[in-house]
């Protein structure tokens, strides 16, 4: 295992502000981590409810959420609704979701997640269902280059499959990594490592991540009370995209919907207000912790409107 560094909680701060806590509401963390976000919010008077389908997460945050009396639940945070309903909670007066891969999962390479150390090909966030080797090696050559391309955004995701079908069987994160370099050229001085929008691309099909962004999105909207608050933070411009769309959408202004997200119909009451301004990190920030870099912070306020019974459903099928 490698060895792993402190988790530093993206944009902590502009967080906070948009969750404008006051003391005693109930607040919701769809992505517990190492709960940096969670005892934070917390420490502003916030009853605090965090979700984690990673079962490290879990397991290691009951420390730290009982110490800052955080009920921590194991389940998806595209499930919260449903989740929140078994503990009588139908409403809550915030909720904020850190997107993507965490830290801790990347810092550790018998997760599988990373290139930088040699370990199991796996990638699974719920450490359940198809990893990452059961897709690369089962798959069939045209599905793996589209995922490549679709969530990679890697112009040559053909050579890619190419190479990973003649490679297989694959067990192992260094070994996808040579096939990948192999296939796309490396240079020692390259910049960016070639690998590393198919290990992105990968991760996010085999953990559905794209999908559920889009499911939390509308258990988040059917939560939150009138003038609860939403705070998302993303990282790549696949996920930015969705969360922008989303509250374009359902604060009354243009935009289309996505095969998992349809369009509201135009007469509907906007269920958010005009979203903030987009946030990234400060240049103080990016000094402290690198990983900044990409993030983006999106954040809203929930309206009155009800929402649509069509995406009530979505939010709290199971």
């Known amino acids: ?37 969670s005892r934070a919010m917390a420490g502003k008077g916030a009853r605090v409810i965090a979700f984690d389908r990673d079962p490290d997460a879990i397991r290691e945050g009951q420390a730290v ?44 390479a018998d997760r599988g997640f990373s290139f930088q150390a040699d370990g199991p090909l796996d990638m699974t966030m719920s450490q359940a269902g198809m990893n990452a080797a059961d897709f690369l090696n089962e798959a069939a050559e045209e599905e793996i280059a589209d995922v490549i391309y679709r969530y990679g955004d890697e112009p040559r995701s053909r050579r ?8 297989r069987p694959l067990e192992r994160t260094g070994q996808l990594a040579s096939v990948v370099r192999r296939a796309l050229g490396h240079k020692p001085h390259d910049k960016k490592d070639p690998a590393t929008r198919t290990f992105q691309a990968i991760r996010i099909h085999v953990n559905r991540e794209l999908e559920e962004l889009e499911r939390g999105l509308e258990a988040a909207e059917a939560l939150l009370e009138e003038g609860g608050r939403l705070a998302i933070v993303t990282f790549h411009s696949l996920e930015d995209r969705i969360v922008k769309q ?38 103080a920030e990016l000094a402290r912790n690198p990983r900044a870099r990409s993030a983006t912070l999106r954040s809203a306020i929930r309206t009155a409107a009800p929402v649509s019974s069509s995406s009530s459903a979505r939010s709290a099928r199971p």
């Open 160 to 167: 890619v499959a190419r190479a990973i079908v003649m490679a």
């Open 65 to 108: 959420a009982a110490a800052s009396d955080i009920l921590l639940i194991a389940g998806e945070f595209s499930r919260m609704r449903e989740l929140l309903a078994e503990q009588g909670i139908e409403s809550v007066s915030g909720l904020t979701l850190d997107i993507g891969v965490s830290s801790m999962q990347l810092d550790r």
């Open 1 to 37: 295992m490698t060895e792993t560094v402190p988790h530093i909680p993206v944009l902590l701060d502009e967080v906070l502000d948009a969750l404008a806590i006051a003391p005693g509401e109930t607040h919701v963390d769809g992505t517990f981590g190492a709960g940096g976000y």
């Open 246 to 283: 989303f509250l374009r959408n359902r604060s009354g202004g243009e935009g289309g919907g996505s095969r998992h997200m349809p369009e509201k119909q135009a007469s509907a009451a906007p269920t958010f207000a005009k979203p903030a301004k987009a946030v990234r990190a400060s240049e």
